[in-house]
């Protein structure tokens, strides 16, 4: 059972590119939810997806930022024009329920913009 | 609201104890973790507690849990060189969902 698939791993775009990271999370799991870890900061939630549904966006920027989970295929997460300060990685984890206790992390995407 | 704090290094030597230390303020905790991070890579899950109890123990790991000082360690006895990383305390807070609050990490150096 291949743990929460996360890629590009490594992602380079110029100012006002779109940048697109995508994670498929472990085989079974309904709920994702995405994190990004400023330079030496934690981890801050930006979005909750189950399947189809947004469920909580409330740490998602207003502008650029958006975040699908299709029927079928990976999550996505969309920054639209990037700039300098989107710079970060970014961390998915997926679980079964919002009862289950464990939510397992992808490898992150580590975004540079230049 | 919600806010969890931990220390930003901590340094042992090599067959000590390590105590990591972590405040949160939200009393709807539900679950507390902890999680180690490696140069480069991702989050790995180290350990858990329900917030209804106040200690857990596994092989090298002990967790113990204050909630009425909302205070939270992490225990790793007999460190190795191995656990030398970022370690991440974080809470899922009652009808939330799964989201966790993370604490801003603590970086354990373990020197020979």
């Known amino acids: 059972n291949a743990g929460v698939m996360q890629n590009p791993r490594h992602l380079v775009r110029r100012r006002g590119q779109e940048a697109r990271l995508r994670c498929s999370p472990m085989?079974?799991?309904?709920?994702v939810y995405w994190y990004r870890q400023l330079p030496e900061e934690g981890l801050k939630f930006m979005v909750y997806?189950?399947?189809?549904?947004?469920?909580?966006e409330s740490g998602m920027p207003k502008e650029r930022f958006s975040a699908e989970f299709p029927k079928e295929g990976p999550s996505i997460l969309r920054i639209q024009q990037v700039v300098r300060g989107d710079s970060a990685a970014y961390f998915c984890?997926?679980?079964?329920?919002?009862?289950?206790?464990?939510?397992?992390f992808g490898q992150g995407t580590r975004l540079t913009v230049v | 609201g919600e806010d969890v704090e931990q220390s930003l290094f901590l340094s042992v030597r090599e067959g000590d104890s390590s105590v990591i230390n972590c405040t949160y303020t939200?009393?709807?905790?539900?679950?507390l973790y902890w999680y180690k991070q490696e140069p480069g890579a991702g989050l790995q899950l180290l350990t858990y507690?329900?917030?209804?109890?106040d200690m857990k123990q596994d092989q090298r790991l002990t967790v113990l849990l204050n909630k009425k000082d909302k205070h939270l360690s992490l225990r790793i006895a007999d460190t190795q060189t191995g656990d030398s990383a970022i370690y991440f305390c974080?809470?899922?807070?009652?009808?939330?969902?799964?989201?966790?609050?993370f604490g801003q990490g603590t970086e354990l150096s373990v020197k020979p």
């Open positions: 939200d009393s709807s905790s539900t679950y």
């Open positions: 974080a809470e899922s807070i009652y009808n939330q969902g799964g989201k966790l609050i």
């Open positions: 085989k079974g799991h309904s709920h």
């Open positions: 997806l189950q399947k189809e549904n947004i469920i909580d």
């Open positions: 507690i329900f917030s209804n109890m």
């Open positions: 984890a997926s679980s079964p329920g919002t009862g289950n206790t464990e939510a397992f």
